[in-house]
């Protein structure tokens, strides 16, 4: 006699949990009844979030001879899972009848697919062997691009290799590096631009340059964070017309500027508002920073002479003494209008060669042609502007550099007298 079945206890409203009436002694006697894993109608249906994006379905390649086996199995699935459980008994003699001509199809079936795979077996290796057969030909040789080649530096003028184990100063790529700065400075060439700041002249910008240079002192910045500055004041004055009040504003946030982008521990905002006498507000500073930035395409790696007279005095082995002499030229030059439109390549070689000059050195030697790209008949005009520079009475009121190179630091330079022009053109004609 089959088990009584027991009624489902109705939640009541507001409950989440059931409650059944029945003891339970009755629960453990009835048999459990399986719930449903289909939702209820009222609630909507259960959707996933993405798609199958996996790679987990099979991808089924169908061979000939199996399409009709694979049909065939899969409507004798579909028929078996349609039929009633009432009528298994019915269909189970009826099943065993059918068995042996199916078998024996599913028999001819497989031997037709082991047949053919045979034959896919022998045509692939017969393929094979033909390739194998075939002459290989050799691989294409890729052409390296230009830039991409060692350039190729005579021994004689290799100033690298004594420094092959020291990885700062990457001996490697030091003559592509300069290479390349000396390419950057077609993008960064200026032009006389006093003709477009009507409330500005040459001597206010000596006079900004000048206060620059003691600013570098007290801050003791380094020497490329002083150049760097000079060149960002000159692009941003050759683009935007500004008025005298502004000057110092812009000389000081070039500062600012050039001592994120070299400084190891650059000052920060408040010390150049200090150093301008509270002239200024912060938002002011920092809204010509943005001002700078945006004339500059914030592209501020603007190649500077200083970096270039380094590496032209290593091609001599120049000592010190004489490297600071031409430092001092170079830096006397940045207060000079006349001296914007020169690249810094040009005027780096120009002061290094004058101090050779006045050193008795020698002059404008074939390993300082190499490595710079440049000739005497390049550097001649450049030279002579050095020296009408060096030779016309110092103004009393810029006297920044000249101090800062009368110092025993610095070999007390400033008190040597100029190179004289007769020596100076012997050389340029040699």
Known sequence: MPAPRVKKAVASTGSKIPKFSASSENKEKAPQVKRSSSPPKAAPKKRTAFIDITNARKVQISLPGRKKCAAKKEAKKTSSSSVPEKNQDNLKSSSVSSEEPSLERETETETGENKEEETLKESAATAEELVALAP?????????????CKQHIPEEFDIDSENSEDCFLCPEYAKDIFDYLKDREEKFTLCDYMNMQPSLNPEMRAVLIDWLVEVQENFELYH????????????????VPIQREMLQLIGSTAMLIASKFEERNPPCVDDFLYICDDAYR???????????????????????????????????NAGMDTLTLARYYCELSLMEMEMVTERGSVLASACLLMALVHKDLGGWTPILQFHSGYQLSDLAPVVRKLHHMLSSPPDDKLKAVRNKYAHKVFFEVASLPPVSRDALEEALSS
Do not use: G, W
């Not at 490329?224 to 683009?239: F, G, N, P, Q, R």
């Open 136 to 148: 290989v030909p050799p691989p294409a040789v890729q052409e390296v691009p230009p830039h991409l």
């Open 282 to 316: 912060k938002e002011e500073l920092l809204s010509m920073e943005v001002s700078i930035l945006q004339s500059l395409s914030f592209d501020v790696n603007i190649p500077i002479p200083y970096r270039f007279l380094r590496r032209y005095a290593k091609c001599v």
């Open 224 to 239: 490329e964070t002083l150049y760097l500055a000079v060149k960002m004041t000159d692009h941003y004055l050759s683009k």
